[in-house]
């Protein structure tokens, strides 16, 4: 497309398409040709089955974690700071008086 070097693009595809195909090994369906090809959507994008997409990440989540460590339906009000380094959450269950403190080694805001 001329906006990056196609070696550099051709390097991170490389860890794209393995994770392409575990997703397709834990059940994600891809779409394919007559050929067995994926069907792409554009120059890069492959078609899925989105609504599938959810259900398989949260059960390899479950799986690695284990159904102990999961906590669903948790609504994240402040960070847990240690100056300026992000150790933790607090919030609070938005079915149950539950309140919880998350202390973490990493944290992702998504």
């Given at each position: 497309?001329?906006?990056?070097r196609e070696?550099?693009?051709?390097?991170?595809?490389?860890?794209?398409?393995?994770?392409?195909?575990?997703?397709?090994?834990?059940g994600?369906p891809?779409?394919?040709?007559e050929?067995?090809?994926y069907?792409?959507?554009?120059?890069?994008?492959?078609?899925?089955?989105?609504?599938?997409?959810?259900?398989i990440?949260?059960?390899?989540?479950?799986n690695?974690?284990?159904?102990?460590?999961i906590?669903?339906?948790?609504?994240?009000?402040h960070?847990?700071?240690?100056?300026?380094?992000?150790?933790?959450?607090?919030?609070f269950?938005?079915r149950?008086?539950?309140?919880?403190?998350?202390?973490?080694k990493a944290?992702?805001?998504?």
């Open positions: 497309m001329g906006v990056t070696d550099l693009v051709a390097d991170i595809a490389r860890h794209v398409d393995s994770s392409v195909h575990l997703f397709e090994k834990w994600l891809i779409w394919k040709d050929d067995g090809g069907v792409h959507e554009g120059r890069w994008q492959l078609m899925i089955n989105g609504e599938s997409y959810k259900v990440v949260a059960e390899a989540a479950k690695a974690l284990g159904v102990d460590n906590y669903e339906r948790v609504f994240i009000t960070p847990l700071m240690d100056g300026d380094q992000c150790v933790g959450a607090v919030g269950s938005v149950e008086d539950k309140f919880y403190v998350f202390k973490a944290t992702i805001c998504a």
